[in-house]
């Protein structure tokens, strides 16, 4: 049982919302740094036709879902001419001429092909820019994904602020890096995604059950329903716009009470294709204590790597954010600019 909050007063929920938004701008990217992220996919895309003729390569993950950062990494996916999917394909050969002919581009560095993984990748480092990428073959459900969540990025840009604040944290409390064994910031996307479809009001509402009566909606993408709705203009509009009008301060620190007090990591799923609950049970994933369902590839969960020592980390992080984050103090000391630092 945690001790309950002290009432927030107007001026300590104001500083919050400042610093939550002074987050978002001190590390979105600005639209020189998009277009520089553009500028290598093009450069890439035809080094790479000079073997794979047929070759495209599209960029997905925080370069394209409005929730990237400046140093984020370049997730590229390749696909070829012709060719629907893999089917057929010997993707690990190629990843393998891929890293081949990458290691004679003259910009790249640390070329290195790494194909005992679920999907195989190349990855390698842009030495102009400092960025490390990595590039996967007919990874097309990642494409869908990226498109949804830059949809609910553009409907609210509390939205999009939210899911800045929460990878910040995510990375300064060492939650944040699947690759270490916690989660993948597609993971706390995801959880941030639903809370904001669980507040009341929502600020969001649930993309894969609205649809036009005449338009069915189903697209199979790899067995998957990838359908959603992505009408913004419609989105946005007054009619279906939700009424919810907090602070992105108060949504902050609701989150982090969402996940430390009312959510029920036992009974239910995190999912954020349905606005009805969704029960471990009915999932049969009860052996893990964080559930998250991707939107698409249902079979998956996002926290199954978890270990049960980690996933106490991740708690205990949501348990101290919501202590440091709900508690205001009278003044900083000097040094601290804002509540962040104090992790
Ligand atoms: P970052 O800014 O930290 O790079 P990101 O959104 O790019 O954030 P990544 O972990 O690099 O996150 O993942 C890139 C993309 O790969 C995600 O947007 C998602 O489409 C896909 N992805 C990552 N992890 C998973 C996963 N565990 N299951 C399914 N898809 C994933
Ligand atoms: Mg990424």
């Keep these: 049982q945690l001790a309950p909050l002290p009432p927030m007063t107007p001026a300590f929920l104001k500083t919050l919302n400042t610093v939550c938004q002074q987050c978002y701008r001190d590390f ?6 998009l277009g520089v ?4 996919l093009q450069d890439l895309e035809s080094f790479v036709k000079r073997q794979f003729t047929g070759a495209r390569l599209r960029l997905f993950g925080s370069s394209k879902n409005g929730f990237g950062f400046k140093q984020s990494d370049l997730d590229i996916c390749m696909v070829l001419d012709g060719q ?4 057929g394909l010997d993707c690990i050969s190629i990843i393998e001429s891929l890293a081949r002919l990458l290691r004679k581009h003259p910009g790249l560095r640390n070329i290195l092909p790494i194909t005992t993984a679920k999907v ?3 990855k390698f480092y842009h030495a102009r ?5 990595d590039i996967s073959l007919y990874n097309t459900l990642a494409l869908h994904n990226t498109r949804l969540l830059a949809s609910y990025a553009a409907i609210d840009l509390r939205v999009k602020m939210l899911c800045y604040v ?9 939650i944040g890096d699947a690759s270490r064994g916690s989660l993948s910031s597609y993971g706390f996307t995801l959880m941030v995604l639903f809370y904001l479809q669980q507040r009341n009001p929502p600020v969001i509402p649930v993309l894969q059950e609205i649809y036009d009566e005449e338009k069915k909606p189903e697209v199979l993408v ?3 329903n990838v359908y959603f709705y992505d009408d913004l203009d419609k989105l946005v509009s007054p009619s279906i716009r939700q009424k919810n009008l907090e602070s992105v301060g108060a949504l902050w620190l609701g989150l982090l009470q969402f996940y430390t007090e009312t959510f029920d990591f036992r009974e239910h799923v995190i999912s954020i294709r349905q606005s009805a609950a969704l029960t471990t049970f009915n999932k049969q994933w009860t052996s893990k ?6 939107p698409f590839d249902l079979n998956h969960n996002l926290g199954a790597g978890l270990s049960r020592r980690m996933t106490n980390f991740i708690m205990k992080a949501f348990i101290n954010g919501r202590s440091v984050f709900g508690t205001s103090v009278k003044a900083y000391p000097p040094e601290y600019t804002s509540p962040m630092e104090f992790f």
Excluded: M, N, Q, S
């Design 28 to 33: 979105a990217p600005d639209d020189v740094e």
């Design 37 to 40: 992220r553009e500028h290598i």
């Design 84 to 87: 629907e999917t893999a089917e």
């Design 120 to 122: 195989p990748i190349v």
């Design 129 to 133: 820019t400092g960025l490390e990428g």
């Design 166 to 174: 929460t990878k910040v944290f995510a990375k300064l409390c060492d």
């Design 222 to 224: 790899d067995g998957w």
């Design 289 to 294: 204590y964080i559930v998250i369902e991707d």
